[in-house]
């Protein structure tokens, strides 16, 4: 028996909109943390590093993460639809 390879087309769909779907939340979380962050009242030099690091590293990490999940949904729908004309050939 030869080996089959494929995918289920509608579940990998799924899955892209799902990746999507996490991105967006990631979004909607660092949107919400940083409103939070911004009207917290603290001063001094504790809380400017905190504020800096926060935005030089935290919110371009989660930036990165949330596109990293758009880039694997759009390959995910790319595969789904390559496997979608293989299978009308």
Same mark, same amino acid.
């Given at each position: 028996? @030869?080996?089959?390879?494929? &995918?289920?087309? $509608?579940?990998?769909?799924? &899955? @892209?909109?799902?990746?999507?779907?996490?991105?967006?939340?990631?979004? $909607?979380?660092?949107?919400?943390?940083?409103?939070?962050?911004?009207?917290?009242?603290?001063?001094?030099?504790?809380?400017? $590093?905190?504020?800096?690091?926060?935005?030089?590293?935290?919110?371009? @990490?989660?930036?990165?993460?949330?596109?990293?999940?758009?880039?694997?949904?759009?390959?995910?729908?790319?595969?789904?639809?390559?496997?979608?004309?293989?299978?009308?050939?």
């Amino acid at each position: 028996m @030869a080996n089959v390879w494929g &995918l289920d087309v $509608q579940q990998v769909r799924d &899955l @892209a909109t799902n990746l999507d779907r996490e991105a967006d939340s990631i979004d $909607q979380t660092l949107s919400k943390l940083t409103g939070v962050l911004n009207n917290t009242q603290w001063t001094g030099p504790d809380a400017t $590093q905190f504020r800096n690091e926060w935005q030089s590293s935290h919110v371009s @990490a989660l930036r990165r993460v949330g596109q990293a999940l758009r880039d694997t949904a759009q390959l995910a729908r790319g595969n789904a639809a390559a496997q979608e004309q293989t299978s009308q050939n």
